[in-house]
Every structure is written in C-alpha cells, then in structure tokens.
C-alpha cells in the first residue's frame, strides 16, 4: 500500500517538474513578443490576484477558528 502510494507521488512530481518546464518555456516565448506596457499591466494583475488570495485564505482561516472556538464554547457550556 505504502509502494503504491509512493509510486503515485513519484509520478505526481514529475508530472509537476514537466509542467514547470513548460509553463517557464511558454512564459520566456510569451514574454520575448509581449509589449513592455502589457507587461506592466500583467505584473500589476499578478500582484493584485496573489494579494486578493492571500486575504480570502486568511480572512476564511479566521472565520473557521472563531467558529471552532465558538463551538468549543457552546460545548463547555452544555457540559456544565
């Protein structure tokens, strides 16, 4: 079971070294014909996406501990 598992995570990181090649070699083509200004807007976006995630994956990691906490509390309170 544990040779199976490591034989699916074998082929799940070579799969992802593949598509990081391709990704990097369509990146430096798409960059080598891209307008500079363009580019400036898909910094900016870039930036502006990974910001907007970063705050929904800790805005909702917040709600789910004071919802965690809040149902720790109505325990403890039916228990006494």
Known sequence: ??????????????????????????????????????YGLTSYFDLFNNLTLYYLKTSLKSCYQKRQTNKDQKKDEIQD
Do not use: P, S
């Open 1 to 38: 079971m544990i040779n199976k598992a490591l034989e699916g995570l074998k082929y799940l990181f070579i799969g992802k070294i593949f598509q990081k090649i391709v990704e990097t070699t369509l990146n430096i083509l798409v960059l080598r014909q891209m307008d500079k200004n363009i």
